[in-house]
């Protein structure tokens, strides 16, 4: 278990915190699978240097790759993006 962050470096913890966070939310709106997986890939490199802690990690993840998930909307646009790209008609339509 990793010890709470403490003097100069907690600052910054929170801004990677909060830097994080509003990657995931932009990649969220855009709808970029690309952009998703690499905050939830920084979000993993700050866990791996101890710049987050379990907690926040959890949070971009579910951010990123839980959204990508379980979020309707998101799903309904990939859908349409892949049908497009094979020259089909969505399914259900």
């Not at 994080?20 to 791996?48: D, I, N, P, V, W």
């Not at 799903?75 to 993006?81: D, T």
Request: charged content about 30%.
């Amino acid at each position: 278990m990793t010890p709470p962050r403490e003097g100069k470096g907690e600052g910054m913890a929170k801004d990677i915190l909060e830097q994080l966070k509003g990657e995931a939310l932009y990649a969220q709106r855009s709808f970029s699978r690309e952009l998703l997986y690499q905050t939830h890939g920084k979000a993993q490199m700050a866990r791996q240097l101890e710049a987050l802690t379990q907690p926040e990690f959890m949070a971009i993840s579910h951010m990123t790759v839980h959204f990508m998930n379980t979020d309707r909307e998101y799903i309904r646009h990939q859908n349409k993006e892949y049908f497009a790209m094979c020259g089909r008609k969505e399914e259900g339509t």
